[in-house]
Each structure stands twice: as structure tokens, then as C-alpha cells.
């Protein structure tokens, strides 16, 4: 049983700041890939940002320059720091993990969903 917990959500102004952090826990062998996504409403779910187990980072390109994303490999932790956040950052964002459990099975995992909101 592996599970995802998110933190770090909530309401900040355009032009602020928010640091997501999602936790994996249970039975992980090795987490080979992190994502991070978002959802606004009446949208599609939207990749936003992905690092690798060796650290190669892509991100959208509404993003770049303003987000990064970054893991602790120890901690079998992944954030997403946002900056310069504008009103269209808006959404619930979801971490996902591509793990290898200690079965030795690979499957895909995601977290519960934060919302950011951020205001005009």
C-alpha cells in the first residue's frame, strides 16, 4: 500500500508565493518519476511539472520561469514552489508517482488533490 499526501494549498494573492510539498509512504522500493498536475474547473487535468529519480525536470510552458519543482530523494518527498502566481494558476493540483513498490510491481499513484486560489 503506497499513499500520496498533499500540503500546502490555499489563498494567495497574484504576484505571491505557495510551496506544495507531497509525501510518499509505504511499501516503496524506489519512486522512479514525480509529477505534479492541476485541474481547474471545467478543464482538463494538465501536467505541469515531472522530475526524474536522476532529477531531469520538464515543466509546461505557462510555468517555466515561475515554478520549480525539486524532490528529496530521502524523503520520498516532491515540491512545487510557485512563484509570480497570477489568477490562472487557479486549480486543485495532484501529485503523482510512478513507484516500484517492494513486490516489485510498478504502478501509478496519486495524491488527494490542494487547492490553490489565487486572487485578483
Known amino acids: 500500500q503506497v499513499q500520496l499526501v498533499e500540503s500546502g494549498g490555499g489563498l494567495v494573492q497574484a504576484g505571491g508565493s505557495l510551496r506544495l510539498s507531497c509525501a510518499a509512504s509505504?511499501?516503496?522500493?524506489?519512486?522512479?518519476?514525480m509529477r505534479w498536475y492541476r485541474q481547474a474547473p471545467g478543464t482538463q487535468r494538465e501536467l505541469v511539472a515531472s522530475?526524474?529519480?536522476?532529477?531531469?525536470?520538464t515543466y509546461t510552458n505557462s510555468v517555466k520561469e515561475r515554478f520549480t519543482i525539486s524532490r528529496d530523494n530521502a524523503k520520498n518527498t516532491v515540491y512545487l514552489q510557485m512563484n509570480t502566481l497570477k489568477v490562472e494558476d487557479t486549480a486543485v493540483y495532484y501529485c503523482?508517482?510512478?513507484?516500484?513498490?517492494?513486490?516489485?510491481?510498478?504502478?501509478?499513484?496519486w495524491g488527494q488533490g490542494t487547492q490553490v486560489t489565487v486572487s485578483s
Open positions: 522530475i526524474t529519480s536522476g532529477g531531469s525536470i
Open positions: 503523482n508517482a510512478e513507484i516500484l513498490t517492494r513486490l516489485l510491481r510498478t504502478n501509478d499513484y
Open positions: 509505504g511499501s516503496i522500493f524506489r519512486i522512479n518519476v
